[in-house]
């Protein structure tokens, strides 16, 4: 009887298993495949792509659209802005939130529980855009590099998992470390930071998806072109797509030809193309990531 009952719940976990797999590859499928479209569009002849004729294999590959775009105006200085304030916003925000999340779970912190709340209640209550620009704009921050980054140092959600990270690891660690006479500093330096690795990197993909991803800070604090970031010039060409490929296409002189036809730039491509440069450096980095991720999060959001 139990040899019949192993077998029957042997079976099952079996069919479990398969549907479960397919399910993930028909899932996975749907998620790659708008980036997959992105891609084969931007690489097919520029009319195909127009009247919607890629929809699953290159035709007439050519790569003269991310020729032409890496050409337009304000792209790299624009790139090196997104780079700059991806890296140190990023650094800053994970330093901040070990830090923070460390401090919370000592004891002996003056008034430890009242400071733990003042931050964690900003998570509920928002000024408003008004009142946030007239304090970006009173400290400074306006048309400056630094409204991207120190605005977002404070995370209360990523010391919260960071807190709940650090109390799960025993105890005995600092108390080891404290009876050697280390400071709160060299125990958070390190005892703690090494630790914390798996989510200190979850952290990091958040802050980075975040810096790279935004661009309605520059909407509303940034005039300054030089400090335009690459989402917000992303958004600009989107709006000025039709504009911009009438542009490119002039640049180009008399085009007359099949090849020329095929490769002249139209609103279609210019989205697309701009779109697969922005995502692709983000896409790359993820990956590097992906291993502390889940252990990471798990760990930081239930204690023990």
């Known amino acids: 009887m139990s040899n ?15 549907f479960n797999i397919l399910f993930f590859i028909v ?23 127009a009247n919607g004729a890629i929809n699953w294999l290159p035709k007439h590959i050519q790569f003269e659209n991310y020729v032409q775009v890496f050409k337009l105006d304000g792209l790299g200085l624009a790139a090196l802005v997104s780079v700059g304030r991806t890296v140190i916003g990023t650094a800053l925000t994970v330093f901040a939130s070990a830090f923070m999340g460390f401090m919370f779970t000592r004891e002996k912190m003056w008034k430890r529980k009242f400071w733990y709340r003042f931050v964690i209640i900003t ?9 946030m620009f007239i304090t970006m704009k009173n400290l ?10 120190l605005p977002g140092i404070v995370a209360p959600f990523n010391i919260i998992l960071v807190k709940t990270y650090i109390e799960s690891l025993p105890r005995s660690l600092e108390e080891a470390a404290e009876l050697d006479g ?25 802050s980075a998806v975040g810096q790279w991803n935004s ?6 604090y940034i005039t300054d072109q030089k400090l335009y970031s690459l ?14 490929a ?21 609103p279609t491509s210019i989205r697309m193309t701009v779109s697969i440069v922005v995502v692709l450096p983000i896409m790359f980095i993820y990956p590097m990531f992906q291993r502390y991720f889940t252990k990471g999060i798990m760990l930081g959001a239930v204690k023990g």
């Not at 690795?197 to 993909?205: D, E, F, K, S, Y």
């Not at 661009?215 to 509303?220: E, G, M, S, V, Y």
């Not at 542009?247 to 002249?264: C, E």
Request: with cysteine.
């Open 123 to 131: 998570m509920y209550f928002n000024a408003g855009l008004i009142p």
């Open 246 to 266: 009438a542009m490119v296409k002039n640049s180009g002189g008399g085009l007359n030809s099949v090849a020329a036809v095929a490769t002249a730039q139209t």
């Open 140 to 149: 400074g921050l306006t048309n400056s590099f630094w409204v991207y980054v």
């Open 231 to 244: 989402q917000y010039l992303l958004y600009q060409y989107i709006n000025q797509a039709s504009s911009l």
């Open 215 to 220: 661009f309605q800070d520059t909407l509303i």
């Open 4 to 18: 019949i009952e192993k077998n029957e719940v042997t079976n099952g976990e079996r069919v479990f298993r398969v």
């Open 182 to 206: 280390a400071s709160t500093w060299q125990v958070f330096w390190q005892i703690i930071l090494p630790s914390c690795t798996p989510i200190l990197a979850t952290v990091a993909i958040f």
């Open 27 to 49: 899932f996975t499928l749907l998620c790659i495949y708008p980036f997959y479209y992105l891609i084969i569009n931007t690489i097919s002849a520029n009319d195909l792509s």
